[in-house]
Every structure is written in C-alpha cells, then in structure tokens.
C-alpha cells in the first residue's frame, strides 16, 4: 500500500510516520501532487495556526489537490479543521470540504484543550473496535460544533465533533497517532477502509 | 470529559535517564527509551523529558533520544532543558516531540515565547517556571532554581501567557524533594488567573497529594519524577485512587 503524508510544513509529522512504520507500513511525506495523488491513502496533517497553514497549502499549490482526491483522506487536527468551510481562527478560508465553521472555544474553561478526553457516538468504520468512551490525545483551542458530517463526538464545556466524514475524506481532531493502542488501531482501520 | 493528566519527569544527562531507577524487568535501568516506554504502558498520559547535561554537543545526542522516544512511544511528550532558540525547538519538534519547554532562556529574552508560539504554534510550547517564597513574594529562579531574579512569578505567568505559552509548568523550588504535597496555594491562583493549562510540580510524596493538587491546587495536569522512578507510587494504583476520589482520569 501506498500512503502519502502531505508536507505543506505545518505539522509533527515524525509522529506520524513512525506510527505508521509500527503498523508496517513506510509513508512517502511529500508535497508533490502527482504522488499524493497516485497514494492509495493520504494523510493531512498540521498543527499551528489556520491563517498560516492555509497559506502554505496555497504555496505548495495544493488547494485544488487535495479536494480532488479520489482514495481515502484523514485530515488530523487542523488538518481536518482545514477541510472545513471557514475557521474564525484568523478569518481563514478552508478547503470546503465539510461545509462547517470552525469556532473558538469560549465556555470558560481553559484553552487550549490540552489531554485526554472521550469520543462518543462512533459510527464509523473507522472506529471498528473502539468503544465508545474511548480515550483520545486532543490539543486545540477551535472546534468544529456538532453537524451533519460528525461520527464521533466530545465534550468540552460544549458538545461538538471530533471526527468527520464525507465520501473518501476522514477527519480526526485528536491525534490518533499520539492516543495509545486505541489511536494505532483507528490508523489501521483507516488503512483498511475501502 | 477532559482528564487530569499524571506525568512522569524523566531526568536525562548525555542520553541516559539519572537518578537510579530500580525497575523490575528493565534491561537498562539508564534507557531513557525502555523507561518511556515503560511508562506509557502503565498509563501515563505525557512524558516530561529534562535535560540537565551541560555540554554543547548535548544537542544532538537529546534529538537522537527524540527520535527514538518517538519511534517508540505512542502518547505525547515534551521535552527540555537549555532551550534558547527557534532553531534548538525546531530540530526538537522535526525529531518527533510532541511539546518543547523553555525556562531560563524566555526570563533573559522573552520575546523568545512569542517567536516560538509564532513559528510553531503555542500547543507546543511549555514555559517552564521554577519560583521560591522570599519574603512573602513568590520569586523566579533560573538555572534549576539556583538563580533568583527580580521578577514575581504571578506577573510573569500572567506575560507568558500573553506572550502565547500554551501551558505552564510550575515547580515550587520549596516544594522540590520533599515530598510534603505540591505548593496547591499558589497552583490554585495561578490556574485561576490563566486561561492556559497549568502542570504542577514539585513535592509528591503519596497518593493524597496528587488528589490535594488537582482540587485545592486546581491543577490540569501533575508531574513528578522519584516516586515514579522507584515505584513508591505505581501509576495503575494512583490512577484507581483519583478515580475513587471522583477524579477524572484515563484508565
């Protein structure tokens, strides 16, 4: 299997490919469309701030790819928030894929959000084997509220979705990659998704 | 809902765990990698890796233990010690960490929190903060807590927050070693003034103390190293006893 990791420059993608290398598969980390597109998977990384990401997606002329992909696509934290309409982080255009805001946390509680924190409502394959309550390795301070897309939801001070999923594309708000043995078998089961 | 995090400090000098740590069935007592991992298993929710060697060339051997603590271990984790540069944290953060800490190098030139928060985000940067009483004023040490400064440790959180610190590691240099409880008068203000997550530090002894930081202290997350290292408090127990006191925890 061939799986590309975008590199746009905005995310801890060692992480990631060591994950994957302990599921035995060697990820090709590129920014080069012809390859991502030839994937049989791709991941979406990033970590940072939207404005900025969004601008170095635009750099690497990958605006346009990544909505046009045609295998499976997980987005991971604000990976996933830039698969979304609009983030109030820096009044950032996204990808469009989910047509969804993304909001700034604002119930009083601390932000960050940084740790551990439950997924409920799973439905997806994505999430075969897991079970509900599940914990899960978030750090954002934007959250995408709950909506039509949503197959995993969390609470923090508000209820809102943290996982996606339309057509090919997936999208996790937490760091499977960084969440145990229960965040390894959510990429294997990516990997395994028609 | 969000859990308090236990975090787990490991000491490193020239790429090996200090502090003699006596664990059953670990081949290499001083593999920072084999503790790590270690840990990870037992449930600990973030590893803290401090680097307390002195030479320049330590750079390089602390990426290299990046790379492998990554390669192995599959929860978060943040590393520090002599930090001082944008080019330091990003070699850090390309080899795998999750999260760096500054500590004596934001007090000399704090401008150095908003160009790390800038270029990297503030979910990776930890500002570490070592304070002592002194004459009822809670005051900001450097270099391990040796050096005292002139500034005034609710002041200076309250600017490294500003300054874009996503979280902020408060050691009590009173409360270091002795295992008498975290410094909870103090955590608690601090969490209550920040709206960024605070990381108690300093003073573990037992189970009580752990429960006394999170809710007199109001602490996000508490971290700790000897009763980790030699197994005076295993993880698995703390954690069904935070649970038992009706603290949220991941078991």
């Known amino acids: 299997m061939k799986l590309s990791i975008i590199d746009y420059g905005a995310g801890n993608i060692q992480s990631l490919i060591f994950a994957f290398r302990r599921l035995g598969i060697e990820p090709v980390v590129t920014d080069n469309p012809e390859i991502i597109t030839q994937s049989d998977r791709v991941i979406f990384p990033g970590v940072g701030e939207a404005g900025s990401a969004m601008h170095k997606i635009r750099e690497h002329n990958l605006e346009n790819v990544i909505p046009s992909l045609k295998q499976p696509v997980l987005g991971i934290c604000l990976g996933m928030q830039l698969m979304c309409a609009h983030s109030k982080e820096g009044d950032t255009s996204g990808l469009g894929i989910f047509d969804t805001d993304v909001l700034k946390f604002d119930t009083g509680l601390k932000v960050p959000q940084i740790g551990w924190n439950t997924i409920e409502g799973l439905q997806s394959p994505l999430f075969k084997g897991i079970k509900e309550g599940s914990y899960m390795y978030l750090v954002h301070s934007y959250y995408v509220p709950e909506n039509t897309f949503a197959i995993a939801k969390t609470t923090y001070g508000v209820s809102y979705a943290s996982a996606l999923h339309k057509n090919n594309f997936y999208g996790t708000q937490f760091h499977p990659e960084k969440s145990g043995d229960a965040g390894a078998l959510i990429l294997e089961n990516f990997l395994k998704i028609d | ?251």
């Open chain 2, 1 to 251: 809902m969000l859990t308090k995090r236990i975090i787990p400090c490991l000491d490193i000098k020239d790429g090996r765990t200090v502090k003699g740590v006596n664990f059953k069935g670990l081949m290499d007592a001083g593999d920072p990698v084999a503790l790590a991992e270690r840990y990870a298993r037992e449930g600990a929710d973030e590893l803290v890796f401090l680097d307390i060697s002195a030479t320049e060339e330590k750079r390089k051997t602390l990426a290299e233990l990046v790379y492998h603590v990554a390669e192995k271990v599959n929860i978060p984790f943040t590393v520090g010690g002599g930090i001082s540069s944008a080019e330091d944290v990003g070699i850090l953060l390309r080899a795998g960490a999750d999260k760096i800490s500054v500590n004596s190098a934001a007090v000399k030139r704090p401008e150095l929190i908003n160009e790390l928060a800038q270029k990297f985000g503030s979910q990776c940067v930890v500002v570490a903060i070592d304070a002592k009483m002194i004459d009822g004023q809670w005051i900001v040490h450097l270099v391990g807590g040796k050096v005292p400064t002139e500034i005034e440790l609710f002041d200076w959180a309250l600017e490294v927050q500003d300054r874009g610190a996503g979280e902020i590691l408060f050691t009590s240099m009173d409360h270091d070693g002795t295992k008498n409880g975290f410094a909870n008068e103090a955590l608690s203000r601090l969490s209550t003034m920040l709206h960024i997550p605070v990381i108690a530090s300093g003073g573990a002894g037992s189970k009580e103390h752990f429960k006394d930081t999170f809710t007199v202290g109001k602490a996000d997350a508490a971290l700790a190293a000897s009763v980790f290292h030699y197994r005076e408090i295993p993880i698995p127990e703390l954690k069904s006893y935070l649970q038992k006191e009706n603290i949220s925890v991941r078991l």
